[in-house]
């Protein structure tokens, strides 16, 4: 008797396919429709690509878009080696584990615009403890008359919030090895090098990938912790793609270039992204092929 398939199980999915769409789906087909119009009062006028070919050719989107590559990269850069290292250094089982996990947990839970005032106060020369030791040591510390301390400050800002996320990533990963391995390792006498070439790294991958997705996302559209330290200043040495994004189009209210800024903003982290996930994909395909043929 042949059974009589039952399509009921898509009611369950219906309400994830409603609030997708009132959620992203709808307010992007806005924003792309305001990308080329010319809203003018109650009257809007079709412009087709013409706030694309401005924002491409904007001076200050260009340089910002330079900063804020420069700033994903570097906080990438960091974050990776130092959040495996702290994986590498966490206790594995007992209270220690627990411990361990809490406290590296809490940069995580704190608000981003909480970070941003907390880290302002913890750079000022008179109360806080970074910008007053710097002092004390004799370096004329100021992150809003120079922009090297900027930078270095926002990076390190960074750094501290995030490099929690790929640490707790890694050692998730860590924990989920085999015993095996390790047993294996120690008969052949392996050194900790070793280990963490053959063993931890190739299984940490996924997580990595997963981690440096998610970190580049979040480091791209960076916007309250530098909003709240530094302005964007000095000058505009600290300003990224969603601060200009946001003084366009609600302090200027030029709603059709930033509606047309933001669906250029999209597509870059998407095709980044994109690009970064296919090439280590097939970078571990390549590899599992030639482990098997060899």
Known sequence: MNKIESNKGWLFVLPVFIVVAFSAVIPLMTVVNYSVQDIFGNSSYFVGTDWYRQMLNDPQLQSALVRQFIFSFS????????????????????????????????????PLNVVGTIWQVFTRTDIGLMGWGLRELGYAYNISRNSGDAWATIILMDVWHWTPLIALLCYSGLRAIPEAYYQAARI???????????????????VLVIGVLIRFMDSFMIYAEPFVLTGGGP????????????????????????????????????????????????????????????
Do not use: C
């Open 75 to 110: 906080v990438l850069a960091i974050e990776v080696p130092l959040g495996i290292l702290v994986a590498l250094m966490m206790p594995k089982k007992g209270w220690q584990a627990s411990l361990a996990l809490v406290m590296v947990s809490l940069p995580l839970l704190i």
């Open 235 to 294: 000058g505009s040495s600290t300003t990224f793609l969603s601060q200009a994004l946001t003084a366009m189009a609600i302090g200027q209210f030029d709603l059709g270039p930033a509606a047309a800024f933001s669906i250029i903003y999209f597509l870059i982290i998407l095709a980044v992204s994109f690009v970064f996930y296919t090439t280590i994909m097939h970078t571990q395909k390549d590899k599992t092929t030639i482990k098997i043929g060899g």
């Open 188 to 206: 052949d006498q392996a050194s900790t090098w070793a280990v963490f070439r053959f063993i931890q790294l190739p299984k940490l991958v996924n």
